[in-house]
Nanobody, 115 residues
């Protein structure tokens, strides 16, 4: 079965950190650009960060620049999102997306930041 699985979400206090992981099963991520997105109930899904297949290019939403870092370890078939200095407004369900000739989405992981 081809799928992406996110993990690493949870409850953290404002100013804290979390590291999200996105692991692929059934396929390899080598040739896929990966994006992290987040969505709150009733709101549109928004892009947070993305990384090229080689890892040589990354982009961040203005709201997370300087606080979040995306990285990938193709040997582990995993992409990470290190989130530091978390704020209550970062509370959302976070999803990863793999895009190439096919597109895959994970099921999401909840991140809750308390004030």
């Amino acid at each position: 079965q081809l799928q992406l699985v996110e993990s690493g979400g949870g409850l953290v206090q404002s100013g804290g950190s979390l590291r999200l992981s996105c692991v692929a099963s059934g396929f390899t991520l080598d040739h896929y650009a990966i994006g992290w997105f987040r969505q709150a109930p009733g709101k549109e899904r928004e892009g947070v960060s993305c990384i090229s297949s080689s890892g040589g290019s990354t982009n961040y939403a203005d709201s997370v620049k300087g606080r979040f870092t995306i990285s990938r370890d193709n040997a582990k078939n995993t992409v990470y999102l290190q989130m530091n200095s978390l704020k209550p407004e970062d509370t959302d369900v976070y999803y990863c997306k793999a895009a190439s000739t096919s597109v895959y989405w994970g099921q999401g992981t909840q991140v809750t930041v308390s004030s």
